[in-house]
């Protein structure tokens, strides 16, 4: 979605917003351009292409300056076209003295649009963003910062902003409010991104502003202004070397790249873990998980399917009540509030709205234990909740999520296993049993991975269909409705995830000889039962591929394609039942042509509603 860079520096600052905004493109984007302040004006690049053309058009134009913001757009409002793309300008395009660049969504846009004309302001974009631009010009005394301080009064919505001025060309100004912004300090200037990864390398230490704050970024110093008005000192971090993530070494995506890295992930994610311990969700969850007496799990997509997952584990091995919902459902519905429920929010970025609108619903109702598990430490949902668990997948660049998601449930499952233990529901030996098999994932992972020759095989065959159904039960029905969902993100291909059972209740009239059917058949208890599911499709001239457990006895015959995995890995099979899943959707994908990495209308940090 929307990222931001910006830049005050000694030294030609055109690459570092380049170079951030391809940092950025992995979050999705339609449109991206940037203002560089040059010889006393400030000009302007922008493209409805890739960072790559952008990057050709600044040379071309020979951009160049020591001020400038840059942006990456996806379209809220107005579609995208150059004219809708940030930066925009204030008054006007050839005369310009202010520009910003905008992530988020003002609401009361129209009331100070009307505003702003009666003033004889002329607008050139359809979007909300360009009235902060006017706005803040007519606000405007000779103090940038006075003036942005000022025009965030009157903004309703969501918004990170960045300004500079014509006038005063060592001056960035940074705002926000529930949209991430950062100040990144670094040795030759300072700098304002929407995300770390943005950062110039040469970038060591960050300041995460706050909700309500102004940033006054100058080329030494850098001065925060409260809400309130008040200076403020936003404690400075280091950052984590995370360049490596971006680079894609020998692979043709990243999503590829992210799939053959979770075993690494596993394993970084499990590192320093020798037993089970409520602290492992923070210095202080034993205080809070040992009074609970169910527990609400919200998240959005892929992340929901995780939560689904959780629900059988934690349910089974920890004897709790589970309620999983979409986050963009629970945060405006009623909901019987009761303090000892834990909250678990699970997202990848830590920064998607309707999850942040979640957890603060629940904690308006007087739900304030909050457990974030997420794959970005210092996320908003990490700093708002009060106990988290930072899965260690490593940056992910996808937009589809893999290596997040797999990490996410082995977070969860640790969390089932130290509620299991603080209810006394579980004995030593079963939780050094599940340990020891944690342990071994990373191995059975590459097991699975081996099996890709075999998906590319069938991908050949899957890739020109239009319509598929996966089929799951128990805790494998979260992983079907994870294989659909993956096959629609990337492949474009309309996929159904349905718990198998179901099937004869409806989407049976759908099967057909066209209607390729993915069944996820590990060998537990469900298994006959899943049987007789496959059954009915075959009876209806049903083409069924059969993700299935050495052991398990489906075997290819007429109709019915088998992958068989090793060996039934028990309760965490899911996680291992995922991996071809993800791979089909990346071959199906691949062999239709799609941008897997960054599919269409989809961005990867979803920070609006
Ligand atoms: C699926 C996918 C999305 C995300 C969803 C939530 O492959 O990537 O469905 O899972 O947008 O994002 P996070 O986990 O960042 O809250």
Redesign the pocket.
């Known amino acids: 979605m929307c990222g931001i860079i910006g830049a005050v520096s000694h030294n030609d600052i055109a690459e570092d917003l380049l170079v951030g905004l391809e940092r950025l493109e992995y979050r999705g984007y339609d449109s991206c351009g940037v203002v560089l302040l040059q010889r006393g004006n400030l000009s302007r690049a922008r493209t409805v292409k890739r960072v790559a053309q952008l990057r050709l058009e600044v040379a071309e134009l020979q951009l160049g300056g020591r001020l400038g913001i840059a942006h990456t757009r996806w379209a809220t409002h107005g579609a995208p076209v150059t004219a809708n793309a940030h930066p925009h300008m204030s008054p006007g395009d050839d005369d310009a003295r202010i520009s910003i660049a905008h992530n988020g969504i003002i609401e009361n846009h129209d009331q100070l649009r009307s505003i702003l004309k009666k003033k004889g302001y002329v607008f050139k974009s359809e979007t909300d963003s360009e009235i902060i631009a006017h706005l803040v010009d007519s606000l405007y005394d000779g103090d940038l910062t006075d003036a942005v301080s000022q025009a965030v009064t009157e903004l309703r919505g969501s918004f990170a902003i960045a300004v500079v001025c014509r006038e005063e060309p060592h001056r960035l100004v940074g705002a926000k409010h529930g949209m991430p912004l950062i100040i990144g300090i670094g040795a030759d200037g300072n700098y304002l991104a929407s995300d770390v990864a943005a950062m110039p390398v040469g970038v060591r230490q960050v300041v995460y502003l706050e909700d309500g704050d102004v940033a006054d970024v100058q080329l030494r110093e850098h001065l925060v202004t409260s809400a309130d008005g008040r200076r403020v000192g936003r404690d400075v971090r280091p950052v984590d070397g995370n360049s490596a993530a971006v680079v894609l070494g020998p692979h043709r995506y990243y999503m590829e790249k992210e799939i053959f890295e979770q075993p690494r992930a596993v394993s970084d994610t499990l590192q320093g873990i020798d037993g089970i311990t409520p602290e492992l969700f923070g210095d202080h969850a034993w205080r809070a998980m040992k009074q609970v007496s169910s527990v609400l799990v919200v ?5 929901y399917h995780a939560a689904l997952t959780a629900k059988y584990w934690i349910e089974s091995i920890a004897r709790l009540p589970v309620h999983v919902e979409v986050a963009s459902e629970f945060r405006y519905r009623d909901w019987c509030a009761d303090d000892n429920t834990l909250v678990v929010a699970v ?3 830590g920064e ?1 709205a309707d ?1 942040l609108g979640a957890i603060h619903r629940a904690k308006s109702i007087g739900m304030t234990h909050v457990l974030a598990i997420c794959n970005v430490a210092t996320s908003t949902l990490v700093r708002e909740a009060s106990m988290s668990f930072i899965t260690r997948a490593g940056i992910e660049i996808g ?3 893999t290596k ?1 998601f797999t990490t996410q449930l082995v977070a969860l499952f640790l969390l089932a296993l130290t509620l299991a233990q603080i209810r006394g529901v579980i004995d030593d030996e079963a939780e050094g049993r599940h340990l020891t098999s944690l342990r071994h994932l990373p191995d059975a992972m590459n097991k699975v991975l081996e099996l890709e020759p075999k998906i590319v095989e069938w991908s050949k065959h899957l890739a020109s269909r239009e319509n598929m159904l996966f089929l799951g039960r128990g805790v494998h029905f979260p992983i079907a409705l994870e294989g659909a ?2 096959m629609k ?1 990337i492949a474009y291909i309309h996929a159904e995830g349905y718990a198998a059972g179901e099937l004869k209740h409806g989407p049976l009239a759908l099967v057909s000889k066209e209607m390729p059917v993915i069944a996820v058949a590990p060998n537990d208890f469900l298994l006959e039962k899943l049987k007789s599911n496959m059954h009915e499709v075959s009876a209806r001239s049903g083409r069924l591929f059969v993700f299935a457990d050495h052991g398990c006895g489906v075997v290819r015959s007429d109709g019915v394609d088998v992958i068989q995995l090793h060996e039934n890995y028990g309760p965490l099979s899911p996680i291992l039942h995922t991996i071809p899943m993800q791979l089909l959707a990346l071959h199906c994908a691949q062999a239709r042509g799609t941008d897997v990495d960054k599919p269409r209308n989809l961005a990867k ?2 920070t609006v509603e």
Do not use: N, R
């Not at 998240?299 to 992340?303: F, H, Q, R, V």
């Open positions: 998240a959005c997509g892929g992340s997202s990848q970025s998607t999850v937009v589809a999520s997040a969902l993956k993100e940090s979803v």
